[in-house]
């Protein structure tokens, strides 16, 4: 994965080297920087409760 910071937030490329169906796959998104904090906030919040 990469990540570039941006004025407006940050672009993201996900590489995945093998899908189900043999082919490489390449995914890119832009992120504002509430979306990629509100995401990474859900990702630890979701981590906790597992552990609790």
């Known amino acids: 994965m ?4 941006t004025d407006g ?3 993201c ?3 995945c080297s ?10 890119s998104v832009r992120l504002s920087h509430e979306e990629a ?3 990474l906030s859900r990702t630890v919040e979701e981590a ?3 552990d609790a």
């Open 48 to 50: 906790l409760a597992q």
């Open 2 to 5: 990469t990540v570039e910071e």
């Open 18 to 27: 093998v899908s189900e169906h043999g082919i490489r796959a390449v995914r």
């Open 13 to 15: 490329t996900v590489h």
């Open 9 to 11: 937030g940050y672009d």
């Open 37 to 39: 904090a509100h995401g």
